[in-house]
């Protein structure tokens, strides 16, 4: 017990280094010659970094038994709604300084600001219905079944990304890689539960 | 702290006193103590003392009455993927790059081709300094005092035959010192064109300079293309190759994605990128966006050349 809440600390310190690194950089007048683009890149890259890392608990619990790693999960989560709040409060304010027309067309006319955007909005029930409370409302089984959205959100998270760079898929290839992996491994579970409990509901949520 | 920075850097290297001083940069940092000074401006220091300066050059050939983009800024944010797809890579990656001895090709449909040493090529011409806009097709732009001469002037000594109605441009393609090729994201070399009207317009010039001091690698050294009214990826730096053709050439850009790039690819606010808005740009150091200008704010010396084309078909 112990163990755990010196671990959720350190880990919820690591996950501000992010927005300290920036903070500090845009305070120093230090994030290159187009800052705006440095903060929205990072904000959006550590977004999906989060977002997989959330996703990641749950098999990783299954690997190596360490069952205490699902008290992390609900503050990954949250920080990765919290970079994506992030994210988009970068585009509409900084970026497009509230120009409601201009983000209103970027999001019906530009398929990669449409994928991001929705990402974001599946989001937001997830963050909403993230507290012990809300849980037990909701019942465990919807709440998984509602939380699964968080792959979706991943995937347009992806989409996003790949649809928005010029020429170098490499990177958002490699969230993809790796979303995939953690689909997968979610599949293989869940058939593998199916079999041996033949009926039983499948254990753990996103 | 200037004095602490020269004792690590030869004589040679340090950054004339006048361009110093002119740096708003510089005169912040004065102001706090040297402790304090940030590792962007000791960088920038470095940077800006490798290059010399340019002797003879005709000063307000072509001025803006626009701030001019900081020479730190415009040395660390580049787009020049032989380097590396980043915009600080070519900054980092082109410090080696040698381009001395250089050689340039002139060929294709000219009466009088031939290989200059880039000396030779550039001895003729009158030097002058122009200070230009730069968009960038990803809606961001900087104003560059740049030093060249007009291409106009070159293509006359090579004396295009009557046939020729294109120019295309080739950069170095040499995937050891340029890693950038050593993947296949472009179809290496860097290929670039012009009509022969618009590689002729005054406004075109071919560069070996910027702030009046030779190219830094990462801007395309020793000899780029400027062409102020289109998108910055026109104009293509290190080039090795300019040959004079009847057909229309292909650009990289366009043989990558012909619905995305255009061969003309002039500056048009009102012609979106698939993907994203040309409306309006960030100019690098402001936290507004301006409005795009149609051609760049040049349409008024090349909107000619365009007369009775469907701009939205010929992107």
Known sequence: MRGIRLISALVFAASLGPLAYLSLGAWHGSLGANPIETITRSTGVWTLRFLLITLAVTPLRRLTGWNEAVRLRRMLGLFAFCYGSLHLATYVWLDQFFDWAAIAKDVVKRPFITAGFSAYVLLVPLAITSSAGMIRRLGGRNWRRLHRLAYVAAALGVVHYWWLVKLDTRPPRNYAVLLAVLLLVRLVTFYRGQASKSGAAPAGGA | ?315
Not at chain 2, 45 to 53: C, K, T, W
């Open chain 2, 1 to 315: 702290m200037l004095i602490t920075r020269a004792s690590d850097v030869r004589s040679s290297e340090i950054t004339d006193e006048k361009l110093y001083l002119r740096r708003r940069e510089f005169m912040k940092a004065a102001a706090v103590p040297a402790a304090a000074a940030l590792a962007g401006l000791t960088q920038s220091i470095v940077l800006a003392s490798g290059q010399d300066a340019i002797p003879n050059v005709r000063k307000g050939a072509v001025t803006l009455n626009e701030a001019p983009t900081p020479w730190e800024d415009v040395t660390t944010y580049n787009n020049f993927y032989e380097f590396g797809m980043d915009k600080g890579d070519p900054a980092r990656n082109a410090k080696k790059f040698r381009t001395k001895p250089w050689t340039v090709k002139v060929d294709g449909l000219v009466n009088k081709p031939g290989d200059y040493h880039l000396e030779d090529l550039v001895a003729p011409h009158a030097l002058e300094e122009r200070v230009y806009r730069l968009r960038c097709v990803e809606a961001w732009s900087m104003v560059i005092p740049w030093v060249g001469f007009p291409l106009k002037d070159l293509l006359k000594r090579a004396e295009p035959q009557s046939g020729a109605q294109f120019v295309e441009f080739t950069t170095l393609h040499d995937p050891r010192q340029m890693p950038g090729q050593r993947l296949d994201v472009l179809d290496w070399p860097y290929v670039e064109g012009l009509r022969l009207d618009e590689a002729g317009h005054p406004l075109t010039i071919l560069a070996i300079g910027l702030y009046g001091k030779t190219l830094p690698n990462q801007n395309g050294a020793p000899l780029r293309l400027v062409v102020p009214w289109k998108y910055g990826f026109k104009s293509i730096k290190s080039v090795v190759r300019i040959r004079l053709t009847a057909k229309q050439p292909v650009s990289s850009w366009q043989a990558s994605a012909p619905q995305e790039y255009g061969f003309y690819s002039n500056v048009n606010p009102d012609v979106d990128h698939p993907r994203w808005s040309q409306a309006r740009e960030r100019r690098i150091g402001e936290f507004f966006k301006r409005k795009t200008l149609m051609f760049n704010g040049y349409a008024d010396q090349v909107a000619g050349l365009y007369a009775g084309m469907d701009l939205k078909k010929h992107y």
